[in-house]
């Protein structure tokens, strides 16, 4: 399919700024809040990601203004779920600067609910994807840890850094778990990788016309005279060559240099973790964007047999 730049950095953007939000809330919700200026700021970056992310999501729509009434169609669609889920979880993060700003009680629970509803929202993003039949590299089981451990990933390093930045020491934890979601994102796209290249499409023009598999089929005349809608976005096509050297940028940003990053964090307990940790955050978060560009320009709808 066409990457849409829109729905990138929509994906890429919010899941960090969800991870954040993540973190954050399970900080809280365990009674290991930090101070309140440090915690504002990482709050603060969280609010921004996801905002810009939800705000640009909606320039890929045919007409913007009318993306609310996806909101009531939350029983079937995993859109508008994830729309609710997204606003919902402005409240316990509005919630929680109360508390960091005036004192308002309840902290814990309004960090408890913020993790809820930020887990709640990356998964249904994950899941407007991987609902999609016609899109056989979407229905692939890891398209939900992806996206899941991305969020994770790319929401730590974001939050320790702005944490880091802003005054708080964040110990030697973080650099161990950048480690370690770094090698697990290294595996999980490298097998969900391996399907895509290997797999192939559950039909084919034989069966979508209801002829036998061994009768040759030759399509002598374009089904259309000019390009159109489903043409531009459903029949991209990404050179196997150019795939894999993209691939192998995606890993040595997201996985590779964080990991390397994250080492005098885990290591160094005394060293000062900011730059360390916020070379890291751009290293992956860039690395999440060439990720999310594949996953969309991989994908082959089954509305190409057509053509």
């Given at each position: 399919?066409?990457?849409?730049?829109?729905?990138?950095?929509?994906?890429?953007?919010?899941?960090?700024?969800?991870?954040?939000?993540?973190?954050?809330?399970?900080?809280?919700?365990?009674?290991?809040?930090?101070?309140?200026?440090?915690?504002?700021?990482?709050?603060?970056?969280?609010?921004?990601?996801?905002?810009?992310?939800?705000?640009?999501?909606?320039?890929?729509?045919?007409?913007?203004?009318?993306?609310?009434?996806?909101?009531?169609?939350?029983?079937?669609?995993?859109?508008?779920?994830?729309?609710?889920?997204?606003?919902?979880?402005?409240?316990?993060?509005?919630?929680?600067?109360?508390?960091?700003?005036?004192?308002?009680?309840?902290?814990?629970?309004?960090?408890?609910?913020?993790?809820?509803?930020?887990?709640a929202t990356?998964?249904?993003?994950?899941?407007?994807y991987a609902?999609?039949?016609?899109?056989?590299?979407?229905?692939?089981?890891?398209?939900?840890?992806?996206?899941?451990?991305?969020?994770?990933?790319?929401?730590?390093?974001?939050?320790?850094?702005a944490l880091?930045?802003?005054?708080?020491?964040?110990?030697?934890?973080?650099?161990?778990?950048?480690?370690?979601?770094?090698?697990?994102?290294?595996?999980?796209?490298?097998?969900?990788?391996?399907?895509?290249?290997?797999?192939?499409?559950?039909?084919?023009?034989?069966?979508?016309?209801?002829?036998?598999?061994?009768?040759?089929?030759?399509?002598?005349?374009?089904?259309?005279?000019?390009?159109?809608?489903?043409?531009?976005?459903?029949?991209?096509?990404?050179?196997?060559?150019?795939?894999?050297?993209?691939?192998?940028?995606?890993?040595?940003?997201?996985?590779?240099?964080?990991?390397?990053?994250?080492?005098?964090?885990?290591?160094?307990?005394?060293?000062?973790?900011?730059?360390?940790?916020?070379?890291?955050?751009?290293?992956?978060?860039?690395?999440?964007?060439?990720?999310?560009?594949?996953?969309?320009?991989?994908?082959?709808?089954?509305?190409?047999?057509?053509?």
């Amino acid at each position: 399919m066409h990457p849409s730049f829109s729905v990138v950095f929509f994906t890429a953007c919010s899941g960090a700024g969800y991870g954040i939000w993540l973190w954050l809330g399970l900080l809280v919700a365990a009674g290991q809040s930090p101070r309140p200026l440090p915690a504002l700021v990482a709050l603060g970056l969280g609010f921004v990601l996801v905002t810009a992310g939800l705000l640009s999501s909606t320039a890929h729509l045919g007409k913007p203004l009318r993306a609310w009434r996806a909101f009531s169609q939350w029983r079937t669609s995993w859109l508008s779920r994830e729309g609710i889920a997204a606003l919902l979880a402005y409240l316990p993060m509005l919630w929680l600067a109360c508390a960091w700003c005036c004192g308002l009680g309840g902290a814990r629970i309004a960090g408890a609910l913020l993790v809820v509803l930020s887990l709640a929202t990356v998964v249904c993003t994950a899941m407007i994807y991987a609902s999609l039949k016609p899109i056989p590299a979407w229905r692939h089981p890891l398209v939900l840890p992806v996206y899941l451990v991305f969020a994770l990933h790319t929401g730590l390093l974001a939050g320790a850094a702005a944490l880091a930045l802003a005054g708080h020491a964040v110990g030697t934890l973080p650099g161990l778990l950048v480690i370690v979601f770094a090698f697990a994102l290294w595996r999980l796209k490298r097998i969900s990788w391996r399907a895509v290249d290997v797999g192939a499409l559950p039909v084919t023009r034989n069966s979508a016309l209801g002829l036998p598999a061994d009768r040759t089929i030759h399509v002598f005349e374009r089904p259309h005279t000019e390009a159109n809608y489903l043409l531009k976005e459903m029949g991209f096509v990404l050179a196997r060559k150019h795939a894999r050297t993209l691939r192998a940028v995606a890993v040595l940003l997201f996985a590779v240099a964080p990991a390397l990053l994250a080492l005098p964090v885990w290591l160094l307990p005394h060293a000062w973790a900011a730059p360390w940790l916020l070379g890291a955050a751009l290293s992956a978060l860039v690395g999440a964007f060439v990720e999310r560009w594949l996953f969309f320009a991989q994908a082959r709808h089954l509305v190409t047999l057509y053509y």
